[in-house]
T-cell receptor, first 110, second 112 residues
């Protein structure tokens, strides 16, 4: 079983819809990251969370440490939001790299 | 431009060969991480260096090695290449005391 599970694996929605991507993890963590990867490969860090909620523009990320669960929300989705969204965790040990989920392939249709 | 520079962007080489991938971290960042992204394994952590010293190892093969130089740039050396080593290799850097990451744009390695 992967230590980081994301759902859904694939999501197609219409422009303007509210999008939710979920991430569950099974290990103790020091931080959780949400990453975005567009076709062509580059990875952009969207959020780093250790507790609570963060907002940046139309993106909102939340984390519940007790339930080992995080969500990424996109409000008023737009075709340019089409990308792979990856949840990744950094263990509580501190000196390790990230452990990644398999990603959610999001397509926003006009 | 994220501030993390990886070269080359693309590399095509034959099985059995050796290649070196280069990463220059964001200015001031002391930690460098190497990650591999393949179709079957997804993203995997390979190795971390902090201020010139190896800090943590992930799923790095014995055929692979890395180092971080005094100017903080890092190199990932891949030897005895196999078809299965074809992947995107990302470097990321992080400042001291931070959990934040900045990723480079990656090197796409194709082994033929």
């Amino acid at each position: 079983k992967n230590e980081v599970e994301q759902s859904p694996q694939n999501l197609t929605a219409q422009e303007g819809e509210f999008i939710t991507i979920n991430c569950s993890y099974s290990v103790g963590i020091s931080a959780l990251h949400w990453l975005q990867q567009h076709p062509g490969g580059g990875i952009v860090s969207l959020f780093m969370l250790s507790s609570g909620k963060k907002k940046h523009g139309r993106l909102i990320a939340t984390i519940n440490i007790q339930e080992k669960h995080s969500s990424l929300h996109i409000t008023a989705s737009h075709p340019r939001d089409s990308a792979v969204y990856i949840c990744a965790v950094r263990s509580g040990g501190g000196a390790d790299g990230l452990t990644f989920g398999k990603g959610t392939h999001l397509i926003i249709q006009p | 431009d994220s501030g993390v520079t990886q070269t080359p962007k693309h590399l095509i080489t034959a099985t059995g060969q050796r290649v070196t991938l280069r990463c220059s971290p964001r200015s001031g960042d002391l930690s460098v991480y190497w990650y591999q992204q393949s179709l079957d394994q997804g993203l995997q952590f390979l190795i971390q260096y902090y201020n010139g010293e190896e800090r943590a190892k992930g799923n790095i093969l014995e055929r692979f090695s890395a180092q971080q130089f005094p100017d903080l740039h890092s190199e990932l050396n891949l030897s005895s290449l196999e078809l299965g080593d074809s992947a995107l290799y990302f470097c990321a850097s992080s400042p001291r005391g931070s959990h934040g990451y900045t990723f480079g744009s990656g090197t796409r390695l194709t082994v033929v």
